[in-house]
């Protein structure tokens, strides 16, 4: 069987894990992109195959391995191949990955990436195996055509995080907190928005805890709104102790940033988020919940939540899965617990069974599909303004955007030129299921 040529110039992303890991592997790209080196969605073209990993839970690591299994006989036929695993996993295993893996030529930590165009290029050229894993300082400096979407793009605010849940893997992998200047911030979505970005999103491990000298995430928000052209303005993931009611104020009195907040719960149990070193209670993140719906009209709320953690009981699970069916949230994000290596969590007895686990895991599934569907449901027959993100993967018939809550909503084309992504199209809402919200075009602009 004859197999494709790869072109040295040429790399390919498989990116696993959080929003931060899409822009890292956006900056690297765009490293790699400087240098003539373009990108590719054609990993058996590419001379550079990249993996992006993500250490925050075991079946995150397996993927990224099991991808990485799938270059061993390509790298066997073509030397030249560069393989490179970076991210979080990279970051927390280092030259362990060199040893079991040695068909990897690069294992690149978190605060290295934007150096992988010259290591890579060393793999290639001298043969070397490298681990490029110490402490360096990322330095962002990007320049705003290199991103995969014209129309919208991440910005990293902040990187690491002060936090220690005892489950999270994220403040030894990705260091403690920094954020960065707001001077460089509002300079890099001023030239985004300058080269067509009509919408941005904030991004941090606890974004909400921004701060640079006097300067709050409500100070940054506040600047930002500022910036010509900028039509709308998002932050993720709020830690719900940093969730303070000037931030909210700021969400509902300034006119890009969107009525919608990420806020993980992660347990409805007192217990378990005292076990989990979350600092604050059910009653607390209650409140929290009230504060923001109070505070800003129209808000949408998502949330995380880990069924299983080490001690959870019968009792425990109950007080989660009310807190999910009052907390009225458009999206949560559910998720089995695994012990990750470092955590104080990973020296707590697992003692929940997986079955029970896995019957928690798809019971609160089901709780989150019936509050959302009723969500939904309550849409029907308002008036949205959609973001077009481009044709329905499932009806190009048909296509999709989402609202300023970050709600996806999906409709027929209408009649003459479609709306582009990057457009704003006014729709209303005629029908829906708990993830999809099914409209009818009213106008555009």
Excluded: W
């Amino acid at each position: 069987m004859a197999h494709p040529e790869r072109d040295p110039n040429k790399v390919c992303f498989l990116t696993f894990g959080c929003q931060m890991n899409r822009l890292d592997s956006e900056l690297a790209a765009g490293r790699f992109e400087e240098q003539g080196i373009a990108t590719t969605p054609d990993a058996d073209r590419a001379g550079t195959i990249v993996i992006n990993t993500c250490s925050v839970r075991k079946h995150a690591e397996d993927r990224a391995l099991s991808n990485l299994g799938r270059f061993k006989a390509a790298k066997r036929r073509d030397p030249h191949l560069v393989l490179v695993l970076m991210g979080c996993m990279a970051q927390r295993e280092g030259d362990r990955l060199l040893a079991r893996y040695p068909y990897l030529d690069v294992v690149c930590g978190t605060r290295r990436f934007t150096d992988l165009p010259r290591l890579a290029e060393r793999a290639r050229s001298a043969g070397e195996r490298i681990v490029a894993t110490d402490d360096e300082h990322v330095t962002i400096d990007r320049k705003p055509g290199l991103r995969p979407e014209p129309f919208r793009s991440f910005v990293s605010i902040m990187r690491g995080c002060d936090s220690f849940c005892s489950y999270c893997i994220v403040p030894y992998v990705r260091g403690r907190q920094v954020s960065r200047h707001p001077d460089k911030v509002e300079r890099e979505v001023r030239g985004l928005v300058d080269d067509g970005c009509v919408e941005v999103t904030l991004l941090g491990q606890n974004v909400a805890a921004y701060r640079h000298d006097e300067t709050d995430l409500a100070g940054l928000l506040e600047r930002l709104d500022r910036v010509p052209g900028l039509r709308r303005l998002r932050f993720i993931t709020s830690h719900p102790a940093d969730v303070s009611d000037r931030l909210l104020r700021a969400v509902e009195r300034l006119p890009s940033v969107c009525e919608h907040l990420h806020m993980p719960a992660q347990s409805g149990a007192d217990r378990i988020l005292s076990a989990m070193n979350r600092g604050y209670t059910a009653e607390f993140y209650r409140e929290r919940l009230g504060a923001a719906r109070e505070s800003i009209p129209g808000v949408e709320i998502a949330s995380d939540f880990i069924v299983g953690f080490p001690g959870e009981t019968d009792a425990d699970f109950a007080a989660t899965t009310e807190l999910l069916r009052d907390g009225g949230f458009n999206q949560c994000f559910i998720f089995k617990y695994s012990p990750r290596p470092g955590t104080r969590a990973a020296e707590m007895a697992d003692d929940v069974p997986d079955a029970v686990k896995k019957e928690r895991n798809q019971a609160l599934l089901d709780a989150q599909d019936e509050a959302a569907r009723a969500q939904n449901r309550a849409k029907e027959g308002r008036e949205f303004e959609l973001l077009v993100e481009g044709p329905s993967k499932r009806d190009p018939d048909r296509l999709t955007g989402r609202t300023r809550g970050n709600d996806i909503a999906v409709f027929p084309r209408p009649e003459g030129p479609p709306p582009q992504p990057g457009e704003f199209v006014t729709v209303r809402i005629t029908d829906s299921t708990p993830l999809t919200l099914i409209a009818e075009h009213v106008r555009s602009g």
